[in-house]
C-alpha cells in the first residue's frame, strides 16, 4: 500500500489515511504497512497535532498554539508516547472485539479513567431554525488530545456493532462497514479492492487458459 497518483484524496488527508469510518479506527491507521513494513505516521508531536487538523478536530489556529505552548516540551514528549502505546493497545483489543470477544474490563478502566481526566465538552450549536448539540474540547495541554480518542473509542464498544467492524481482508487497516449491505471486505477501493479484483481477474484467465 503506498501514496500515489491513482489514490484519490478522500483516502489520503495531509499525508493520513481516513477510510475507517470512525475516529478510533482512523486513529488505529496511523501505522500502516507500505512496502511490507509498518510505517508510523506519527513520528513526532507535530505530526500529532497535523493528524488532528486532518481528522478535523483541531483548527489550524490551535494546531499552532499547540506547537508553540508545547510542541518541544516534555509534556508533548510523553503524550506521544502515551497516545502511541494506547494506539496499539486498542489495536489488539480491537482485534479481538472484531472476532467476538467481549471488551477487557482493563479496556473498560482505562477509557473511562481518560474520558474523566479528559472530557468531551457539548455546546447548542445555532444553525439554521434548529438547533443541534455538537460535542466539542479544548485542548489546553497537550494530554487533553485524549479527549476525542477515549470517548470514540468508547463509543464504538458501545454502540456499533463489532461483526460491522473490520480489518482489510488485503492489509492491516481497519474501517466500520456502514454499507446497506454489510459486506465491506477491504479498507478502500483505491487501496485494496482494486488490488483484490486485478488479482480475481487473473486468476480466472489463468483458469481458463488451463481449461481450453
Not at 505516521?41 to 483541531?58: E, N, S, T, Y
Not at 489546553?140 to 460491522?164: C, I, K, M, T, W
Amino acid at each position: 500500500m503506498r501514496k500515489n497518483e491513482t489514490i484519490p484524496d478522500s483516502d489520503w488527508r495531509d499525508g493520513f489515511l481516513f477510510v475507517g469510518n470512525d475516529l478510533a479506527l482512523d486513529f488505529l491507521n496511523t501505522r500502516p504497512v507500505q512496502n511490507g513494513e509498518p510505517t508510523e505516521l506519527l513520528p513526532d508531536f507535530g505530526a500529532l497535532l497535523r493528524w488532528f487538523q486532518a481528522a478535523g478536530l483541531l483548527s489550524s489556529h490551535a494546531v499552532a498554539k499547540l506547537q508553540r505552548q508545547s510542541g518541544e516540551s516534555a509534556a508533548a514528549r510523553r503524550t506521544l508516547d502515551a497516545m502511541r502505546q494506547f494506539r496499539e493497545k486498542l489495536r489488539k483489543e480491537v482485534l479481538a472485539w472484531e472476532g467476538g470477544a467481549d471488551v477487557h474490563h482493563a479496556t473498560v478502566e482505562e477509557l473511562n479513567r481518560l474520558m474523566a481526566a479528559h472530557p468531551m465538552l457539548s455546546k447548542l450549536q445555532a444553525s439554521g431554525n434548529i438547533p443541534s448539540l455538537e460535542l466539542w474540547f479544548e485542548p489546553r495541554q497537550p494530554e487533553d488530545l485524549f479527549a476525542p480518542l477515549a470517548h470514540s473509542a468508547a463509543r464504538l464498544f458501545a454502540g456499533v456493532d463489532h461483526n460491522r467492524v473490520r480489518k482489510c481482508g488485503q492489509c492491516v487497516l481497519h474501517f466500520h462497514d456502514t454499507s446497506k449491505k454489510g459486506t465491506r471486505r477491504w479498507c478502500s477501493m483505491q487501496l485494496c479492492g482494486n488490488r483484490l479484483k486485478v488479482a480475481a481477474y487473473a486468476a480466472r484467465q489463468r483458469r481458463n487458459a488451463h481449461e481450453r
